[in-house]
């Protein structure tokens, strides 16, 4: 790497920038894994309709979220080469990029969360499960429920894009790995425990991103920037 693409230590830094990042996307993929194992012990039919409810939540999510990730990076990084300064009486960052990816974010999770919730009966048609199917009912009731916590887990990605800003991959992956955790500790409470079945689980999942976002608000608070200075577009 030293006498490489990327010369001295830049080659390491992307390095232990990369691993927490890669880590970070095997979090998420082994946290449902868990879910659906919990769910799978109820049956047949509750896991084909958490099954159908995830898949649409996760197809209509990643339309706009992976480039709102990539897109919070990048402005947050050239936003504190460019346009930092010390507010004169807060001491802290003034990003404009910071809040504009938050403002964007709490938007489009909106959106997101409004679509999913009023359309969950047309999105499960489009994917083959008519009002007749014993599966409808169930699947309609765990994509609304899933649909509440779209906002929150679109302003977690964005969140997630500004710490990148800042060259710090660790901070997200570690509130990343705490909130699947959470939310995996309450997936027996609430499906077995409370006898709430597939509504538990979603329920599990909504609350533990709800919990998490705040923390990652408070990090940004120690990055030495405000969460909301001003937005620009």
Do not use: C
Not at 118 to 124: D, E, N, V
Not at 198 to 210: E, P, R, W, Y
């Amino acid at each position: 790497l030293g006498s490489g693409l990327y010369p001295g230590t830049v080659g390491i830094d992307l390095i232990l920038l990369a691993l927490p990042a890669v880590l970070g996307q095997a979090i998420d993929p082994m946290a449902q894994l868990m879910e659906t194992a919990y769910i799978g012990k109820l049956g047949a039919l509750e896991l084909a309709s958490a099954g159908i409810g995830v898949a649409i939540f996760n197809i209509l999510s990643k339309i706009f979220n992976i480039p709102l990730l990539s897109i919070a990076t990048s402005f947050v990084a050239e936003d504190i080469s460019k346009n930092a300064s010390k507010h004169s009486t807060s001491g802290k960052l003034e990003l404009p990029s910071v809040s504009s990816a938050l403002v964007l974010a709490a938007a489009i999770g909106t959106i997101e969360a409004l679509a999913l919730f009023l359309g969950s009966g047309l999105f499960l048609k489009l994917m083959g499960v008519s009002p007749v199917s014993p599966m409808y009912k169930s699947a309609r009731l765990f994509l609304s429920l899933r649909a509440l916590g779209a906002p929150a887990n679109v302003i977690m990605l964005a969140v997630q894009g500004i710490f990148r800003g800042f060259k710090d991959t660790k901070t997200p992956v570690l509130f990343i790995g705490l909130g699947n955790l959470s939310a995996v500790a309450l997936l027996p409470l609430l499906i077995y425990g409370f006898k709430l079945g597939i509504t538990g689980a979603a329920i599990s999942t909504v609350a533990s991103h709800l919990n998490w976002n705040k923390h990652r608000m408070d990090q940004l608070e120690l990055l030495g920037t405000s969460p909301v200075i001003w937005f620009t577009i």
